[in-house]
Structures are given as structure tokens and as C-alpha cells.
């Protein structure tokens, strides 16, 4: 059973476009999310966050917007530059129920055309 | 600052053969984990521990084993290994909720 989906497994956007990288959950009680990007034999760094309490969490060109009511999340990159190009991997937890394990989506692929 | 250092890199495997990958961390995390990587697929958690002598299994423990005798150092153990264990194995700590990622271990079990 997979709580955490990404269900565009690539994407690719012209230099300069807003990204947008869409996650999907299913477990109720997650009641935080983050967004890591991984570089090909590196591992995964933390890119974004956002808690439950809040719909939207800006940082620099990256924008994480949070809607509860229908169990989705999605991150923004705007405007998108090359080095942005990387596997981006949604993960949410269940922090106010006392389960900080993270759960990962599969992962979306983003490649930034120049 | 180290941050979680993972060994080996890459190793080639046999079938039925047991090796350990080494993790350890410089952070004084609590929380360390460890997760394996398959082609398509996001991170499954195979085994975590919340502190020295406290281990608990994850989606995907079966095969094997960890122990976390000291803060800074979270084995894993392969023990028979199997072609299905073919994967990119990450560990990672915990600080509140963002983990932090050692570089992986590239394993191949032929």
C-alpha cells in the first residue's frame, strides 16, 4: 500500500518555466511533508518542508503548497535552472501521533531543457 | 563534519554469501535509519533505531539484520544474501523531522 504517491514518474521543463513536482497521500494522521532531492550516487538532501498547520512554505525559488482536503502537495520551482535537474523525492510523517519515520514517494524525475 | 558516512561505496556479492555495510554518524542523532533504493522505486525503510540498544523493523526487514550498540554506528548484516537484495542502500539520521542522507552503497548480489 503505497501512502505516499508521485504518480509522474518524469518531467521535464524548459529553462526558466516553473517546475511543478505533485505528491498525493493517503494516510490521514501524516501531519508533515518534505521534499528531498537526490543527485544521481549521491544521497537524497533535504530541499523543503511544510506542517499541516500551515498551506503554503516558501524558500528562495522553491514553493511547497499543501492542500490537506484533498491529500495533496506540490512543489514549485520557479524560474527553473539546470542544476535543478534531479530526481525529487516527496516524504511525509506522522509527528503529532509520535511516528517520525519518514515516508517516501517513488520519486519524479526532473529534467530542465536549456 | 563527516555527517553519516557510508562503507563500502559498491560491492559485488555471491548468492548465499553475508557481508555488513557500515554506517556511522558524527551528528549525535538519536534516530538513524536504514533504507534501500530499487530502480522506479522511493525509499522503503528496512530496519530503524531510535537510540543505542533500541532497533525496530521497518517495511522491508526480512533478510536482515541491524544492532546499534553506540550512538554513532547503525550496521546492516546481509546474512545468505539473495539476488532480490540487488539495490542502492541509503542510511540516513534524524533531527526532528529532517533526515540526513550518507552517499549509499551500491550492492550486487550475483
Known amino acids: 500500500d503505497q501512502q505516499v504517491k508521485q504518480n509522474s514518474p518524469s518531467l521535464s521543463v524548459q529553462e526558466g518555466r516553473i517546475s511543478i513536482l505533485n505528491c498525493d497521500y493517503t494516510n490521514s494522521m501524516f501531519d508533515y511533508f518534505l521534499w528531498y532531492k537526490k543527485y544521481p550516487a549521491e544521497g537524497p538532501t533535504f530541499l523543503i518542508s511544510i506542517s499541516s498547520i500551515k498551506d503554503k512554505n516558501e524558500d528562495g525559488r522553491f514553493t511547497v503548497f499543501l492542500n490537506k482536503s484533498a491529500k495533496h502537495l506540490s512543489l514549485h520551482i520557479v524560474p527553473s535552472q539546470p542544476g535543478d535537474s534531479a530526481v525529487y523525492f516527496c516524504a511525509a510523517s506522522a509527528r503529532f501521533f509520535g511516528n517520525e519515520k519518514l515516508t517516501f514517494g517513488t520519486g519524479t524525475r526532473l529534467t530542465i531543457i536549456p | 563534519n563527516a555527517g553519516v558516512t557510508q562503507t563500502p561505496k559498491f560491492h559485488i556479492l555471491k548468492i548465499g554469501q553475508s557481508m555488513t555495510l557500515q554506517c556511522t554518524q558524527d551528528?549525535?542523532?538519536?534516530?538513524m535509519y536504514w533504507y534501500r533504493q530499487d530502480p522506479g522505486m522511493g525509499l522503503k525503510l528496512i530496519y530503524y533505531s531510535v537510540g543505542a540498544g533500541i532497533t525496530d523493523k521497518g517495511e522491508v526487514p526480512n533478510g536482515y539484520n541491524v544492532s546499534r550498540s553506540t550512538t554513532e554506528d547503525f550496521p546492516l548484516r546481509l546474512e545468505l544474501a539473495a539476488p532480490s537484495q540487488t539495490s542502492v542502500y541509503f542510511c540516513a539520521t534524524h533531527k526532528t523531522t529532517e533526515a540526513f542522507f550518507g552517499q549509499g552503497t551500491r550492492l550486487t548480489v550475483v
Open positions: 551528528m549525535n542523532h538519536n534516530y
